[in-house]
């Protein structure tokens, strides 16, 4: 056991719909680990008798004496609104995930675009990546995107229902990587003959938006294919691929590693994948 014995930690997670999260137990159990009273509270407004904004959410929080709190679906990309700064991988995404409170100031970081590289080079670092498609261009897809052209990615094309935002994510991708290394593609469906892999980074697949984000029938065994997806670990989309004979990684690596580096910025002390991981899995296959 390292760490300082009995130091409290209170964090949590700004979110709707967080119920089925593993990311509290990982962090109260590696904070247990490390000898820390460590609670990290869910912070839903879909579970509240009122709908409170963003703002009032993070204002309670800091009233609270919370070391921080992550912050998930819808509000990784408003939450910048709210800052005092943000690190340098932060403001590349233009949005975060987790914000540390000290000292009076709100400080935004994006340990998504840590934790999904991280993931995908032990998962797919070896594979073919000369040309890859990303479908979603939101707050989670930014910082997939990014972590994309950082782990080597040729030219990444972004698919997204929404053409504007797409269009954004590219300008920000070419003004950070150059000019070539992103476009925006007119479909999914209309590239997935033309690349090494396909990313998933929208809500499709989720319990509460089910479907696969492209026809599975366009899934061949040279693709190999990330979902971020992690409730359902195994969604229609993962299930297909394989069945197809595709490499495929789920959203359990990005949500692992996201919290590894989540928990040091929130108490100092570095974590332990492998010890994060065993939590992660003891919920079972989701």
């Given at each position: 056991m390292t760490?300082?014995?009995?130091?409290?930690v209170l964090v949590?997670?700004i979110?709707?719909?967080t119920?089925l999260?593993r990311?509290?137990?990982?962090?109260?159990?590696?904070g247990?680990r490390q000898?820390?009273?460590y609670?990290?509270?869910?912070i839903?407004?879909?579970?509240?008798?009122a709908?409170?904004?963003f703002?009032?959410?993070l204002?309670?929080?800091?009233i609270?004496?919370y070391?921080?709190?992550?912050v998930t679906?819808?509000?990784?990309?408003e939450?910048v609104?709210?800052?005092d700064d943000m690190?340098?991988e932060a403001?590349?995404v233009?949005?975060?995930?987790t914000?540390v409170?000290k000292?009076?100031?709100?400080?935004?970081h994006?340990?998504?675009?840590?934790?999904?590289?991280?993931?995908?080079r032990r998962?797919?670092?070896?594979?073919?990546?000369?040309?890859?498609?990303l479908?979603g261009a939101?707050?989670?897809g930014?910082?997939v995107?990014?972590a994309?052209?950082d782990?080597?990615?040729?030219t990444?094309?972004?698919a997204?229902?929404n053409?504007?935002g797409?269009e954004?994510?590219?300008?920000?991708?070419?003004?950070?990587?150059?000019s070539?290394?992103?476009s925006v593609?007119?479909g999914?469906?209309?590239?997935?003959g033309?690349?090494?892999?396909?990313?998933?980074?929208?809500p499709v697949g989720m319990?509460?938006?089910p479907?696969?984000?492209?026809?599975?029938a366009l899934l061949?065994?040279?693709?190999?294919?990330v979902?971020?997806?992690y409730?359902?670990?195994e969604?229609e989309?993962?299930r297909?691929?394989?069945?197809a004979?595709c490499r495929?990684?789920?959203g359990a690596?990005m949500a692992?590693f996201?919290?590894?580096k989540?928990?040091?910025?929130?108490?100092?002390l570095?974590a332990?994948?492998?010890a994060?991981?065993v939590?992660?899995?003891?919920?079972?296959?989701?």
């Amino acid at each position: 056991m390292t760490g300082t014995l009995g130091r409290a930690v209170l964090v949590g997670l700004i979110g709707r719909g967080t119920a089925l999260s593993r990311t509290p137990r990982m962090h109260e159990a590696e904070g247990a680990r490390q000898g820390l009273r460590y609670v990290y509270h869910r912070i839903d407004p879909a579970e509240m008798a009122a709908t409170p904004t963003f703002e009032d959410m993070l204002r309670a929080a800091e009233i609270c004496g919370y070391a921080g709190v992550n912050v998930t679906h819808p509000y990784k990309q408003e939450a910048v609104a709210f800052l005092d700064d943000m690190t340098e991988e932060a403001r590349a995404v233009g949005a975060v995930n987790t914000i540390v409170l000290k000292d009076g100031r709100r400080i935004g970081h994006n340990t998504d675009l840590w934790g999904f590289a991280e993931s995908f080079r032990r998962s797919m670092g070896g594979e073919r990546k000369d040309r890859v498609v990303l479908i979603g261009a939101g707050g989670a897809g930014s910082a997939v995107a990014n972590a994309l052209l950082d782990c080597g990615v040729g030219t990444l094309l972004v698919a997204d229902t929404n053409r504007a935002g797409a269009e954004k994510l590219v300008a920000a991708l070419e003004g950070r990587f150059g000019s070539g290394r992103a476009s925006v593609a007119p479909g999914a469906e209309a590239v997935a003959g033309e690349v090494d892999g396909i990313v998933n980074a929208t809500p499709v697949g989720m319990a509460d938006h089910p479907g696969t984000p492209l026809p599975v029938a366009l899934l061949e065994a040279r693709h190999w294919v990330v979902d971020i997806i992690y409730f359902p670990m195994e969604t229609e989309f993962v299930r297909a691929a394989k069945a197809a004979g595709c490499r495929v990684a789920t959203g359990a690596g990005m949500a692992l590693f996201q919290a590894v580096k989540a928990f040091e910025l929130f108490c100092g002390l570095p974590a332990d994948p492998d010890a994060m991981r065993v939590t992660f899995d003891s919920f079972g296959p989701g």
